[in-house]
């Protein structure tokens, strides 16, 4: 399905007078209002191949129906995503589950909807019927050598694939660590971890980035070899400038201060990227800011204040991307809230008065300082980023329109109602 520009325009004028009203309220509010449309309109979230279909849980998968049936099908529902957000403008798969056959073709068909590929993501997090050995026990950490070539391989050619698409980074996730003391000795775990991870940066090209992820537990309940940013700083930190850390928001022990781990990283120059979604327990994957807006507010609070100290471009010097899964809504409505959350959050912290905030942190004005970041996260700031929408061409409301032009239905009629994507 093609979403036209022309149901994009008739969308939006239903909706204008409403939405003028509200930007100019908007603009009273806040003061450098248009800088930060610009930032918005420039700012775009990847999408990650995997989560275009519903997710499972251990217990159970209930397809939504017209899910992508294959990498090409994935890049046309983000293609459906950016036509009406204009903010998702690159997709990130996932080798195995999207091996591309013709990258001619597939780069051809990402350009025509205006989509980058994003970084790319290897697993070893799960035994390919093709493969010799098992992970069973680990991959890049394994005791057994002759696993970890096979999982180092399996990244090498994953910056191949790469390199032919025009991504330029590569996500590891290890699920390696172990479930019971006494299984791991965790010197030598990280030791092989490090000299495979040595491996893998070495064929990655000089423009290239390494995303080291880490997680604190699951699908190991005892121990986990990149288990917080501490110790994928460590491991970064040995491999070399394109190394950096990626934060997953659902990867931290509850109440951990994300907002901290992103500040010291940035100052280290190495936060690479992240993975954005909600979570309650552990790795819930839910919409971002479904749950903890604050949070994710205060998350881009650091980030704004950190690379602008740096110099920082927000759109390009850091991978901003989603990890999600969806059990029960349709993906594509899940992402396209998804990302609406995430922009909402960075216009607030655009908007925070950071010479107020560094006075009042100076004075030690407690009370102040807390005044200014409530203010800016109270301040309604969804006009601003509806405005930067509807001047590159976007919707209005994103969702509205989708849920008029019925596009989950035409899908299912497109590709079947059992239709099941690859992933989780
Ligand atoms: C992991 C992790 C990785 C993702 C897999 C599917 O929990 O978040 O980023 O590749 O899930
Ligand atoms: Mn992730
Ligand atoms: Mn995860």
């Given at each position: 399905?093609?979403?036209?520009?022309?149901?994009?325009?008739?969308?939006?004028?239903?909706?204008?007078?409403?939405?003028?009203?509200?930007?100019?309220?908007?603009?009273?509010?806040?003061?450098?209002?248009?800088?930060?449309?610009?930032k918005?309109?420039d700012f775009q979230i990847a999408?990650?191949?995997?989560?275009?279909?519903?997710?499972?849980?251990?217990?159970?998968?209930?397809?939504?129906?017209?899910?992508?049936?294959?990498?090409?099908?994935?890049?046309?529902?983000?293609?459906?995503?950016?036509?009406?957000?204009?903010?998702?403008g690159a997709?990130?798969?996932?080798?195995?589950?999207?091996?591309?056959?013709?990258?001619?073709?597939?780069?051809?068909?990402?350009?025509?909807?205006?989509?980058k590929?994003d970084a790319?993501?290897?697993?070893?997090?799960?035994?390919?019927?093709?493969?010799?050995?098992?992970?069973?026990?680990?991959?890049?950490?394994?005791?057994?050598?002759?696993?970890?070539?096979?999982?180092?391989?399996?990244?090498?050619?994953?910056?191949?694939?790469?390199?032919?698409?025009?991504s330029q980074s590569?996500t590891?996730?290890?699920?390696?660590?172990?479930?019971?003391?006494?299984?791991?000795?965790?010197?030598?775990?990280?030791?092989?971890?490090?000299?495979?991870?040595?491996?893998?940066?070495?064929?990655?090209?000089?423009d290239w980035k390494l995303f080291?992820?880490?997680?604190?537990?699951?699908?190991?309940?005892?121990?986990?070899?990149?288990?917080?940013?501490?110790?994928?700083?460590?491991?970064v930190?040995?491999?070399?400038d394109k190394a950096q850390t990626l934060v997953?928001?659902?990867?931290?022990?509850?109440?951990?201060?994300?907002?901290?781990?992103v500040s010291?990283l940035l100052m280290e120059n190495k936060l690479g990227g992240f993975?954005?979604?909600?979570?309650?327990?552990?790795?819930?994957?839910?919409?971002?800011?479904?749950?903890?807006?604050?949070?994710?507010?205060?998350i881009f609070?650091e980030l704004v204040e950190g690379m602008d100290a740096r110099g920082m471009n927000h759109a390009k010097d850091l991978g901003w991307m989603?990890?999600?899964?969806?059990?029960?809504?349709?993906?594509?409505?899940?992402?396209?809230?998804?990302?609406?959350?995430i922009?909402?959050?960075y216009?607030?912290a655009l908007?925070?008065?950071?010479?107020?905030?560094?006075?009042?942190?100076?004075?030690?004005?407690?009370?102040?300082?807390?005044?200014?970041?409530?203010?800016?996260?109270?301040?309604?700031?969804?006009?601003?980023?509806?405005?930067?929408?509807?001047?590159?061409?976007?919707?209005?409301?994103?969702?509205?329109?989708?849920?008029?032009?019925?596009?989950?239905?035409?899908?299912?009629?497109?590709?079947?109602?059992?239709?099941?994507?690859?992933?989780?």
């Amino acid at each position: 399905m093609i979403i036209g520009s022309n149901n994009i325009e008739s969308h939006n004028e239903g909706l204008l007078k409403k939405h003028q009203n509200k930007l100019v309220f908007t603009a009273s509010e806040i003061d450098n209002t248009e800088a930060i449309i610009q930032k918005l309109i420039d700012f775009q979230i990847a999408i990650p191949s995997w989560a275009l279909g519903t997710g499972g849980t251990r217990f159970g998968r209930f397809a939504g129906g017209g899910e992508p049936r294959s990498i090409e099908e994935k890049i046309e529902d983000v293609g459906l995503l950016h036509k009406l957000n204009n903010a998702s403008g690159a997709i990130s798969l996932h080798i195995p589950w999207d091996i591309p056959q013709d990258y001619k073709a597939i780069k051809a068909l990402a350009a025509q909807h205006n989509l980058k590929f994003d970084a790319m993501n290897s697993n070893t997090f799960q035994d390919q019927a093709s493969s010799e050995h098992t992970y069973k026990y680990g991959s890049l950490q394994n005791v057994n050598k002759a696993v970890r070539k096979q999982a180092i391989a399996h990244n090498i050619e994953v910056i191949k694939h790469g390199i032919e698409l025009g991504s330029q980074s590569l996500t590891i996730w290890l699920a390696d660590g172990s479930n019971f003391p006494g299984q791991l000795n965790f010197r030598k775990a990280y030791q092989n971890t490090l000299e495979s991870l040595e491996e893998i940066y070495d064929a990655l090209p000089a423009d290239w980035k390494l995303f080291l992820e880490y997680k604190c537990a699951e699908p190991n309940f005892y121990s986990t070899t990149v288990a917080d940013w501490g110790q994928s700083y460590s491991y970064v930190k040995k491999l070399g400038d394109k190394a950096q850390t990626l934060v997953d928001l659902g990867h931290h022990l509850p109440n951990a201060n994300i907002e901290q781990i992103v500040s010291l990283l940035l100052m280290e120059n190495k936060l690479g990227g992240f993975h954005f979604n909600d979570s309650k327990y552990g790795d819930d994957d839910l919409t971002a800011g479904a749950l903890k807006p604050f949070q994710l507010f205060l998350i881009f609070n650091e980030l704004v204040e950190g690379m602008d100290a740096r110099g920082m471009n927000h759109a390009k010097d850091l991978g901003w991307m989603i990890d999600a899964s969806h059990n029960i809504k349709d993906p594509l409505e899940d992402l396209l809230q998804s990302v609406e959350a995430i922009m909402i959050a960075y216009a607030q912290a655009l908007s925070v008065d950071r010479k107020a905030l560094e006075k009042a942190q100076e004075e030690n004005d407690v009370v102040k300082a807390q005044e200014i970041l409530q203010n800016a996260f109270r301040t309604d700031v969804r006009a601003l980023v509806a405005e930067a929408r509807l001047r590159s061409g976007a919707a209005l409301n994103p969702v509205e329109l989708y849920r008029s032009l019925s596009v989950r239905k035409n899908l299912i009629g497109e590709r079947g109602l059992k239709t099941l994507a690859t992933g989780l």
